[in-house]
């Protein structure tokens, strides 16, 4: 009788939290439209009389909170990447009715006028070869080799006597299935570990783990320099055929097709922070491209366990379109 018991509670959780999955994605997707409740409630699968109060339990903050919080961060980020584009144009893509409104909400949020924090931000990243990593340490600027190969430019890269490549190519559209967490995960190998664990038991029995044809993916949702730590989500997903049907924990999104820059790195689990920097600081001021409006993400090549070394073959993958 426990066992049933227990066994009906998962259930109605799993329910829940895929409600509550499906709902945020469809946010992240529309940021730009205004909503209703009706409408995120169905697409969550709930009640709108019961809607606010289960998605304040399972997010931790209301509904709007959320809207908001994600439409100012999102726009602290593109007037960071997008110097040229003009503010208002940032408001009303990120959802706001105007630029009076943004303003506001914008500077109760950080303190700062969305101009200063342009300002203030961006200076970090203008000058070439003098760029600085979180860590306040300058980053040389590379020495760089560009072949073009079909519809594609290959970028290599020298810098500290190393070669790094930058591949800059088209990627079709790719399904995933995911597990997601919200909260701190630099640096933390078990947390990743342990979701991916997560995705594979489930993934395994349905004869989804086909690799190499099947990808393993990390997406980040949210940007570390704005986002806080206890709020940062993290998507561990591998791709699957369209038609998979998903429940509980376990979710299934999109990655749009378009064109992206593919870094390669060997990376230890101490080294992550260094690459991304390297590819935002170093790579992308130099490379005629300004970052995309479309999720980032890592793709993984190995098994960390079978390299000499520990450690991960991976590509970091920004989108990017031409300045």
């Known amino acids: 009788m426990q066992k049933a018991s227990n066994s009906w509670r998962k259930q109605v959780r799993n329910q829940y939290l895929s409600g509550i999955n499906e709902v945020l994605d469809y946010i992240e997707k529309n940021i730009a439209r205004s909503f209703t409740l009706d ?29 908001q919080r994600l439409r100012l961060e999102k726009s602290a980020t593109l007037l960071l990447n997008e110097p040229g584009k003009p503010v208002t144009d940032i408001a009303l893509e990120c959802g706001f009715a105007n630029s009076s409104s943004f303003a506001k909400s914008f500077k109760k949020h950080f303190g700062i006028s969305a101009t200063d924090w342009r300002n203030h931000k961006y200076c970090n990243y203008s000058n070439l070869g003098q760029v600085k990593s979180n860590s306040g340490e300058e980053l040389p600027a590379s ?14 890269c020298v810098m500290e006597n190393q070669t790094r490549t930058v591949e800059v190519t088209e990627l079709p559209e790719m399904t995933l299935a995911y597990v997601r967490y919200v909260g701190p995960y630099k640096g933390d190998g078990q947390l990743f570990e342990r979701l991916y664990t997560q995705l594979f038991q489930w993934a395994g029995p ?9 990808k393993s993916i990390i997406v980040y949702h949210d ?17 699957v055929p369209s038609s998979t049907a998903v429940e509980g924990e376990v979710g299934k999104m999109v990655i749009p097709a378009g064109r992206y820059a593919l870094a390669r790195f060997e990376l230890g689990e101490k080294d992550y922070q260094a690459a991304w920097d390297w590819v935002f600081g170093a790579w992308l001021p130099e490379s005629g491209y300004l970052p995309d409006d479309r999720p980032s ?27």
């Not at 349905?206 to 099947?214: M, Q």
């Not at 073959?313 to 990017?320: A, L, M, N």
Request: with cysteine; net charge negative.
């Open 223 to 239: 940007n570390p320099e704005v986002t806080e730590d206890e709020k940062l989500r993290v998507s561990v997903c591998i791709t």
């Open 143 to 156: 020495s760089v080799y560009i072949e073009y190969i079909n519809n594609t430019q290959l970028w290599r």
């Open 206 to 214: 349905r004869n989804l783990l086909n690799f190499p044809t099947t």
């Open 297 to 323: 993400f890592e793709m993984y090549h190995n098994n960390p366990s079978t390299h000499p070394e520990g450690k991960a073959i991976v590509d970091i993958c920004i989108p990017v379109k031409p300045v």
């Open 39 to 67: 409408e995120l409630a169905s697409q969550a699968g709930f009640s709108k009389y019961h809607f606010h109060r289960i998605f304040y339990t399972y997010a931790g903050e209301t509904l709007f909170q959320f809207i």
